[in-house]
């Protein structure tokens, strides 16, 4: 039987290039949709475990790392090889169960010890590059963990409700399937982004390897898998709810600002 072939979805209008010399270079232009908005200079993400109280430093290889006040919560900057010295924020397991994936950004969960969750943001075609995660997006995350009574153990123990999440994305447009094996999928109206959520009871409730009972996320310029300024990031089954939801409100976003010279090739035209 003959079928019409689906449409593919509109990539979203990129920002166009500016002609040389023809912007004020202090002036900034908003990025939209925020996933497009590339890296940020401005250190977002350690400015937000610092404005929490979070020691930061950088280890001799060049990798940034943060642990909360509470010692609960790690945060990591891995564009380099861990040194064989480790600094002494660097949890000694980084390299064990759990971490398969790790990514350029990492941060880690041990509400009462062990490694109870981590999240990971990388380069979606499996290169170690944070060119293309915004940085906004994961310093949410921190600010989310950084909130008052969220270093509590039984917080960042709670998967919490997960319906927060949706929420966001529904306001926001996104579609959400359900699929028969209990899998969710909520797509982003022009399909760029997506974000994939497998029950934790497919595998161990309690497992923090990375696609084990937990969520993806994916965006980039197009829906084609390797595109470049594609990027992901992965949650394990019991990250906080309350954390996702924020890195999901920065993505629904109205936006993220950029000087334009700072504006990434992939959201130019």
């Not at 982003?188 to 982004?193: G, K, Y």
Request: charged share 20%; with cysteine.
């Amino acid at each position: 039987m003959f079928t019409h072939p689906i449409p593919l979805p509109t990539p979203p209008a990129p920002i166009p290039a500016p002609p040389p010399g023809s912007v004020d270079e202090r002036a900034e232009v908003t990025v939209t949709p925020a996933w497009l908005a590339g890296d940020d200079t401005n250190d977002a993400v350690f400015k937000a475990a610092r404005a929490a109280g979070w020691p930061t430093a950088i280890d001799d290889m060049g990798n940034g790392h943060a642990r909360s006040t509470s010692g609960r919560v790690y945060l990591g900057f891995l564009p380099e090889e861990l040194p064989e010295e480790l600094h002494p924020f660097t949890p000694l397991d980084l390299d064990g169960p759990g971490h398969e994936i790790r990514g350029i950004w990492t941060i880690d969960g041990r509400p009462y010890g062990d490694l109870a969750w981590t999240m990971s943001f990388n380069d979606a075609r499996g290169i170690i590059s944070g060119i293309h995660v915004p940085q906004e997006i994961v310093a949410a995350a921190v600010t989310e963990l950084a909130a008052p009574g969220h270093q509590e153990p039984d917080w960042l123990a709670d998967p919490g409700d997960h319906d927060t999440v949706w929420a966001v994305l529904r306001a926001a447009g996104w579609s959400i399937d359900h699929a028969a094996d209990d899998d969710i999928t909520a797509h982003a109206p022009d399909r760029t982004a997506r974000l994939l959520h497998k029950p934790s009871y497919h595998t161990d409730e309690y497992s923090v390897r990375p696609h084990a009972g937990g969520w993806t996320l994916t965006a980039g310029p197009s829906a084609a898998p390797n595109c470049p300024g594609r990027w992901e990031a992965e949650f394990s089954g019991r990250t906080p709810a309350g954390v996702i939801t924020a890195v999901m409100r920065v993505m629904t976003g109205p936006g993220l600002p950029r000087h334009p010279e700072d504006v990434p090739a992939h959201a130019r035209r």
